[in-house]
């Protein structure tokens, strides 16, 4: 994988129902593993960084898993509600450098 | 509440004309970031720096574009002359440096070259 890739690219859940979507990245020259909430016209939202193998963070009804020997991480997001509507991006950090490379997003819209 | 800001929030201007973008940082931040949301390629990092002094700018278009810091408080794009193909939202963020850190956006700015 050269790229960040996100799947799927857009999701409709119903209010409730919990819901978990992908990121896969390179697993060479891996450093962090960043997870961003963008509802529209607003700023992207850190949601968490990762960096080892087998990390698991939570926030709330949101978490966020890491496997960087496969180079993929999972999101999940418990009991879906309205609110959560937003785009999703992962962004992967290699190398030891700053900048991260983003994944196209994860669009998720929540039906009440 | 510490934010970043960006200023114009908006901006159209013609071909050909010179575009200045600046960005305030979160005071004792270190490291800044440019990137440009399009649609066709989302979110790409143009440029970044840590204490004020540019670490990469390979993302950005050398013969139109450069980035500034002129001090610890303002970061500046600059395009000129603008093309239509430049039309997208640039973003700044800005972190503390450190093993993995997250970076704080700001609102961004939406520039429509005609």
Known sequence: ?112 | DARVTQTPRHKVTEMGQEVTMRCQPILGHNTVFWYRQTMMQGLELLAYFRNRAPLDDSGMPKDRFSAEMPDATLATLKIQPSEPRDSAVYFCASGLSGRSYEQYFGPGTRLTVT
């Open chain 1, 1 to 112: 994988i050269l790229n960040v890739e996100q799947s799927p690219q857009s999701l409709h859940v119903q209010e409730g129902d919990s819901t978990n979507f992908t990121c896969s990245f390179p697993s060479s020259n891996f450093y962090a593993l960043h997870w961003y909430r963008w509802e529209t016209a607003k700023s992207p939202e850190a949601l968490f960084v990762m960096t080892l193998n087998g990390d698991e963070k939570k926030k709330g009804r949101i978490s966020a898993t890491l496997n960087t020997k496969e180079g993929y991480s999972y999101l999940y997001i418990k009991g879906s509600q309205p609110e959560d509507s937003a785009t999703y991006l992962c962004a992967s950090q290699g190398g030891g450098a700053d900048g991260l490379t983003f994944g196209k997003g994860t669009h998720l819209i929540i039906q009440p």
